[in-house]
């Protein structure tokens, strides 16, 4: 079965720097997709990035960007000029194409982002 | 386009009192899943739908669960004789069958059994 780990409970970042979360994942299968997705407060899960382990590229989206190492299992979230609004739970998440044989998102614990002003 | 909306947003209920929770998805998404989330932990897959067809419910987390869509567009999650422990946030999210698979999610209904 697949496994996701995040392994940085919490961390902090000032404003306007970059900070790195951290996200490892187990699975034999050699297709698949990995997201971020942002939790904010009291508010819904919203996609940050999403990255098909078919694709050598990193995806980047403004702000964020992955680094995806797919030899070592791992799928990191860089956010660069950190603001305020990027304080947030981001939870990394694995799927199999197509949902596989159950359909479903298998996520981290999460890491708890706090931007200080 | 709207996204998916869940109602309620929050239910307070009784041990032992049933409660049935309803999902919007996005208009064109056919599939729909519901997720559980508890406090400081990352949602947990319960079940999901191709159009009206329940393709997968495993993972339902005891007989008192259950979950329909009827026509294939709005679901209702019940939880019959309520516990404890059931208190949670239940998410629902949706998606395209092929092409793009990301998932959207709702605000979630935040359940809490006293």
């Known amino acids: 079965a697949q496994t996701v780990t995040q392994s940085q409970p919490e961390m902090s970042v000032q404003e306007a720097e970059t900070v790195t979360l951290s996200c490892t994942y187990d699975?034999?299968?050699?297709?698949?997709?990995l997201f971020w997705y942002k939790q904010p407060p009291s508010r819904q899960m919203i996609l940050v990035i999403r990255q098909e382990a078919y694709k050598q590229q990193n995806a980047t989206e403004n702000r964020f960007s992955v680094n995806f190492q797919k030899a070592a299992k791992s799928f990191s979230l860089k956010i660069s000029d950190s603001q305020l609004g990027d304080t947030a739970m981001y939870f990394c998440?694995?799927?199999?194409?197509?949902?596989?044989?159950?359909?479903?998102?298998?996520f981290g614990k999460g890491t708890k982002l706090s931007v200080k002003p | 386009d709207t996204g998916v909306s869940q109602d309620p947003r929050h239910k307070i209920t009784k041990r032992g009192q049933n409660v049935t929770f309803r999902c919007d998805p996005i208009?064109?998404?056919?599939?729909l899943y519901w997720y559980r989330q508890t406090l400081g932990q990352g949602p947990e897959f319960l079940t999901y739908f191709q159009n009206e067809a329940q393709l997968e419910k495993s993972r339902l987390l005891s007989d008192r669960f259950s979950a329909e869509r009827p026509k294939g567009s709005f679901s209702t999650l019940e939880i019959q004789r309520t516990e404890q422990g059931d208190s949670a946030m239940y998410l629902c999210?949706?998606?395209?069958?092929?092409?793009?698979?990301?998932?959207?999610f709702g605000p979630g209904t935040r359940l809490l059994v006293l």
């Open positions: 208009s064109e998404h056919n599939r």
């Open positions: 998440a694995f799927m199999m194409p197509d949902g596989g044989s159950q359909g479903n998102l298998i």
């Open positions: 999210a949706s998606s395209l069958s092929a092409g793009d698979e990301t998932q959207y």
């Open positions: 699975t034999s299968e050699s297709n698949y997709y």
